[in-house]
């Protein structure tokens, strides 16, 4: 079993940046792939980012890119996601995920993670 708590949400102006962090603990944390969801009222769980076990390659959702970095610290067992230049359309719960694999790829479907945390919420005024 992999426990994941997400931190970092709040309220921030357009433009603004935010940082948020999930930490993890129940299993080798290198040995997972990591991702970033979010999901907004409404609308289906899009992806965000993610991030290969043990870390280096990372793949972003169109939305994002340019804006948005994943990143990893396996000695702190945590993994981050640098939101830069937010958007209104950026406001939703932000969900981290995992996933325990023995391949150096990344997963950008949903349904391709086991664990799940419980969501911060950011919200971009304009």
């Known amino acids: 079993q992999v426990q994941l708590v997400e931190s970092g949400g709040g309220l921030v102006q357009a433009g603004g940046s935010l940082r948020l962090s999930c930490a993890a603990s129940g299993r080798t944390f290198s040995s997972l792939a990591m991702g970033w969801f979010r999901q907004a009222p409404g609308k289906e769980r899009e992806f965000v980012a993610a991030?290969?076990?043990?870390?280096?390659?990372?793949y972003y959702g169109d939305s994002v890119k340019g804006r948005f970095a994943i990143s990893r610290d396996n000695a702190k067992n945590t993994v981050f996601l640098q939101m830069n230049s937010l958007k209104p359309d950026d406001t939703a719960a932000y969900y981290c995920?995992?996933?325990?694999?023995?391949?150096?790829?990344?997963?950008?479907?949903?349904?391709?993670?086991?664990?799940w945390g419980q969501g911060t919420q950011v919200t971009v005024s304009s």
């Open positions: 995920a995992a996933r325990s694999t023995y391949y150096y790829r990344y997963y950008s479907q949903s349904d391709e993670y086991d664990y």
């Open positions: 991030i290969i076990r043990g870390g280096g390659n990372t």
